[in-house]
Structures are given as structure tokens and as C-alpha cells.
């Protein structure tokens, strides 16, 4: 069987002296992963194709354990990553993340193109990493089926108080009162109403709109740590790449 779709390649590892076994996230088959015969050979038109943050038009033929990739063709290099060593990492740690959260052998175009639109964003430096990152870890995890309940209090159900915590063990908000009053155990991270803001847009806004938010220094920081425990939580996993992120910033 054989087919064409888009991908962004989201892990290279070189298999051999002449081939690689890369990781893509495709618009029509998500996560896949393929041998790419003859690819570190610097003149092969699948060498650049098939590098790591590509976006390639790829054909693909199943085998039987995996695919193979035939013709590469790169679409789009995000070169722009390389003057900023935040935003490499940053990119690096996105496609960590959805090799380990996106779809296998299903379509993941409204996946695809959320990574698509931060690699833009980063590359051209249009908006700072902090804000990019949270966007993209907690939209996501909601395009795979860990959303959040972040709409009211669990215990109450007040949508808004100048005191709410999120408990990301859960992914759910409690307000001061209430985690007082029914003696909730576990790790919480105080929200004020707009760092709170900022937790309800990443998960729902519409998404020509997602990245287009402000938010102060100390509150992006909140945003950031509070999109962060969520998947740790969840996952039950670290990220290498988000520790490297971390040490340099």
C-alpha cells in the first residue's frame, strides 16, 4: 500500500552509514514512523526532507513492521529557528511531545497544523516562546483527549474568584474556599483571574486566536508552570528536551 501526505518530521535517527528511521507526524495517518533509505547521503533529495522540523511531502509504503519512505520532498524549513537557541529547543520539545501524545495510524491535521503554526511563529519571531509554549502543550493535550476541567470550581461550581487553584493531578479548579473547607490534599497552583484567563484561552479559544494574548511576566510564569505540571501529571513522564529549555532560560 502506498500513499502521499504532508508530515513534519519529529525525530531523525541514523540507521547505518546511508539510512535513517524517522519519526513523522502526518496530516492523514498521524504519527508514523519510516526508513528512509539512502537519506544522510547529502545528495539525496530526501537528506533535507527528512531532517528533523521539516515539513515534507512524503510517500509512503507500508511495510510490514513500518513504512517506507520513497520520494521526500521538503515543504517548508523553519530556518529561522537556528538565531534563537530558546526557540530551537522550544521546537525540539514540541516534537517530543507529540510524538508522545498525537495519534498513531490516525488522522491528526488539527495537530499538525497547531505545531505548524508555533514552528511559524517561532521561526519568524513573532511571538516569545513563554507564550507559544503553553499555547501548544495544553491545546494538544486537549486534541488527544486529556482536557482539562477548567470551566468552575469542582466543589462549588463559581466560575470566578480572585483565589482559584488548579490541581493538575486532575486537570480540575478548586476556589481557596472550598479547598479549605473540604481539606483537598495534593499539589495546587494559585490562579488570579488573569492567569486564569490565560489557562481557559489555551484550552478553548478558537484557533486563529490562540496565540494572540499578553500576559504579565510573573503570570506567564504561572501559565507556563501550570501547562507543565498538567502534563507531567498526566503523562507521568519528563521530557528531556523541556529540561534543556529549562536549564538555559
Request: aromatic fraction near 8%.
Amino acid at each position: 500500500m502506498k500513499f502521499i501526505t504532508n508530515g513534519l518530521i519529529v525525530k531523525e535517527q541514523n540507521i547505518g552509514e546511508k539510512d535513517k528511521l524517522v519519526t513523522m507526524l502526518t496530516e492523514s495517518h498521524g504519527i508514523v514512523k519510516g526508513f528512509a533509505h539512502g537519506a544522510k547521503d547529502i545528495k539525496s533529495p530526501k537528506c533535507a526532507a527528512t531532517g528533523l522540523l521539516c515539513y515534507s511531502r512524503l510517500t509512503l509504503h507500508k511495510g510490514r513492521d513500518s513504512y517506507i519512505v520513497g520520494d521526500a520532498k521538503a515543504l517548508k524549513i523553519f530556518s529561522g529557528l537556528s538565531k534563537s537557541i530558546e526557540n530551537t529547543y522550544c521546537a525540539q520539545y514540541f516534537c517530543e511531545l507529540a510524538a508522545a501524545v498525537c495519534p498513531k495510524e490516525q488522522e491528526a491535521g488539527e495537530h499538525l497544523r497547531l505545531i505548524l503554526n508555533a514552528l511559524h511563529l517561532l521561526s519568524e519571531n513573532k511571538r516569545p516562546y513563554n507564550i507559544v509554549k503553553p499555547c501548544v502543550e495544553l491545546r494538544l493535550m486537549c486534541l488527544s483527549g486529556y482536557m482539562p476541567d477548567i470551566m468552575m470550581c469542582r466543589e462549588c461550581g463559581e466560575y470566578e474568584k480572585d483565589n482559584m487553584l488548579f490541581l493538575p493531578d486532575s486537570g480540575q479548579l478548586i476556589c481557596a474556599d472550598c479547598c479549605e473547607k473540604s481539606e483537598v490534599s495534593g499539589f495546587r497552583i494559585k490562579l488570579n483571574p488573569s492567569s486564569l484567563k490565560a489557562l481557559r484561552h489555551c484550552c478553548y479559544a478558537d484557533s486563529d486566536k490562540l496565540f494572540g494574548f499578553t500576559l504579565p511576566e510573573s503570570d506567564l510564569k504561572t501559565l507556563n508552570f501550570c501547562s507543565e505540571e498538567y502534563i507531567r501529571f498526566i503523562l507521568e513522564r519528563n521530557f528531556k528536551t523541556l529540561q534543556f529549555l529549562k536549564s538555559i532560560v
